[in-house]
């Protein structure tokens, strides 16, 4: 629910593709209840419809109120995925390029690498997470410390000559630029 409904976190862009197709679904769904509600009026009582029912406006009004915050929040998440305020889903009201602006930012462009300011990598966990995670599974591993980032003693391995390929020696200005 949080997808959806939270203006916290960040998603990447195929949870806010995802999230505008819910957004339409919503307004398909709202379409068919309006469409419902104006068919049961014309049969009960007024052919002409020269007055619709409420139902119609409500049901409109719910439908874009739930569309719009879906495509708020999502779009929120998006950018700070992109590691910018959430004040940027105020692109929108840019005539013209505005529209195409936000679609390009949140639907195309790649998010930042690693932790930004609004958090870690979308379905990144922390390594206390898959700690915490490892132990409820499986309990305390026996002969180990109690925990996985203490400090444990160094392994060396010995290399042998064999193993270790030959090195070519290369000259001093190979490759490079303006060397002779």
């Not at 049961?40 to 409500?58: C, H, K, M, Q, T």
């Not at 495509?71 to 505005?98: E, L, M, Q």
């Not at 160094?154 to 390929?165: I, K, L, N």
Request: glycine residues 12%; hydrophobic residues 45%.
């Amino acid at each position: 629910m949080n997808l959806l409904f939270g203006f916290s976190g960040r998603i990447g862009r195929l949870k806010w593709w995802l999230a505008q197709l819910a957004g339409g679904g919503v307004l398909l769904l709202g379409g068919v209840l309006i469409v419902i509600s104006i068919g049961a009026a014309r049969l009960e009582a007024d052919p002409d419809l020269n007055d619709l029912p409420a139902s119609v406006f409500v049901i409109i009004a719910a439908t874009l109120v739930l569309a719009v915050w879906i495509n708020i929040a999502c779009t929120v998440k998006r950018f700070h995925d992109r590691n910018k305020s959430g004040v940027w889903v105020c692109i929108i009201f840019v005539p013209y390029i505005g529209g195409l602006w936000q679609i390009v930012e949140c639907g195309f462009l790649s998010g930042t690498l690693g932790d930004n300011n609004y958090g870690p990598p979308p379905g990144a966990r922390s390594f206390e997470d898959i700690e915490d995670e490892i132990r409820a599974t499986y309990g305390e591993p026996a002969g180990r410390p109690a925990s996985l980032t203490q400090a444990t003693p160094a392994v060396t391995m010995q290399r042998t000559t064999s193993t270790v390929p030959a090195r070519r020696s290369v000259p001093a200005g190979f490759g490079r630029r303006g060397a002779s």
